[in-house]
Structures are given as structure tokens and as C-alpha cells.
């Protein structure tokens, strides 16, 4: 129950008070160690419908959900905290990025077709070498499409093949379905969020927002069969 104890606080009666707006539900199957489960054929279509980093025999599978055009997205990465997860726990832990554009983010479901169609013939690593550039280069304001489609093309990818991609909408279903996974599945209202599920057992908790290593080692390890 570690998952819902920041959401509690003591009544002067001695009952317990669950925080408005926590995300938690006390009458949802959860398992015997108390996390949220799900089957395994909605983990293997999360699998098969994005790019994933590192071990694919790992327990833990990782999902960050965000944006390019997002700032606290981008101070995630940019914080070095995937990055020291990937060090710390190299054949424990895959990890895959999820498109998560809001409405009001006026570019972000177009980079996030940019982003797929550059990658569409060099995969994985061209998909986060960009996705990281991009990071590195978002401050909140001065990233933009050219930026995004320049980054492709560095990696010897055409800007008209990126621009014909994008008009088709070649790749908006699978950017659309990892959003409504986000959204019907883990409750994703605001990015980042961090899903980590156990690929053996099926279980997954949460860090919703940019917090620091130790709240990602916390998940982790209270997620992993011992």
C-alpha cells in the first residue's frame, strides 16, 4: 500500500481521509500486492505498437508518456533521470517512449507525426536520437517544426519524404492509439507520466510528473518480484 500513502492523512477520530482528485480507486481488482494489473494482451499491444529501448526480456517495462512541445517532458529528460534508471537497472528495465499531445499544445501532435515518419526506415535509434535532441533543445520556446524536421535530416532522411508522411497522416493511428491507451488505461491527464509495469506478473503503478531518481527507484523496486 505504499502507493497511496502520500494521498492519506488522519481524521481526529483515527479514520483515514483520501485525497480528492488521488489516483486510487479502493474497489478496483488489484493483486495480491495491492498494484493495479493488467492482461497480457493489452501489454503486448503497448509492445507492439511502439519503439522500445534496451532489453526486450526485461521485467519492467517503462512507458513514459509526454510531448516534444512540453516542458516538464523535457526536464525529465533532460534531469539525466531515464538515463540513470537505464544505468542502474540495465537488464531490468526497458523503456519506451508514448505520444501524449493535449489539444492546447499547438505543435505537438504534428511533431509527434514528424517524429514517427523520420524514423519510419531507420527505427529505433533514430527515433530517440531525435526525441532526445529535441530535449535538449526545447526551453519552451525556441524549438519549432524546422528544427524537428532538420534533426531527420542530418540523419540523411528526406524533409519531402517527412512532408508527404505528415500530409497523409501515415502514422496518426498509432500516435492516436497510444494516446487513448494512456488515457483509458492508466488515466494519463497531464504529462509527464511514468508507467511501470512488471511484465511477468502484470502489475503497474505510477510517478506522474518530473520528480527526481528516487521516486523512479521507489516504483522499481517495490515492483519487482524479489
Known amino acids: 500500500g505504499w502507493q497511496i500513502v502520500p494521498y492519506l492523512s488522519m481524521l481526529p477520530n483515527g479514520q483515514f481521509n483520501l485525497a480528492l482528485g488521488a489516483n486510487f480507486d479502493p474497489f478496483e481488482e488489484r493483486s495480491g500486492r495491492w498494484f493495479q494489473t493488467l492482461d497480457m494482451r493489452t501489454i503486448s499491444s503497448i509492445q507492439e505498437n511502439t519503439y522500445i529501448l534496451w532489453d526486450s526480456d526485461a521485467e519492467i517495462l517503462l512507458l513514459t508518456y509526454g510531448s516534444i512541445e512540453e516542458p516538464y517532458t523535457a526536464k525529465l529528460y533532460n534531469d539525466g533521470v531515464l538515463s540513470q534508471v537505464q544505468e542502474n537497472y540495465p537488464n531490468t528495465v526497458q523503456q519506451a517512449f508514448q505520444h501524449m499531445p493535449f489539444d492546447y499544445q499547438t505543435s505537438g501532435k504534428l511533431w509527434a507525426e514528424i517524429l514517427e515518419c523520420a524514423t519510419e526506415t531507420q527505427w529505433t535509434e533514430a527515433f ?99
Open 128 to 226: 530517440y536520437d531525435i526525441l532526445y535532441r529535441s530535449f535538449e533543445d526545447y526551453n519552451g520556446m525556441s524549438l519549432d517544426t524546422v528544427e524537428v524536421i532538420q534533426y531527420a535530416y542530418e540523419r540523411g532522411i528526406s524533409a519531402n519524404d517527412i512532408v508527404d508522411c505528415t500530409t497523409e497522416d501515415r502514422y496518426i493511428d498509432k500516435i492516436e492509439l497510444q494516446m487513448s491507451q494512456g488515457q483509458e488505461l492508466f488515466d494519463i491527464t497531464g504529462t509527464p507520466a511514468s508507467i511501470f509495469i512488471n511484465t511477468k506478473t502484470w502489475e503497474y503503478t505510477s510517478v506522474r510528473g518530473a520528480y527526481p531518481y528516487s521516486e523512479f527507484e521507489e516504483a522499481i523496486e517495490a515492483l519487482l518480484i524479489k
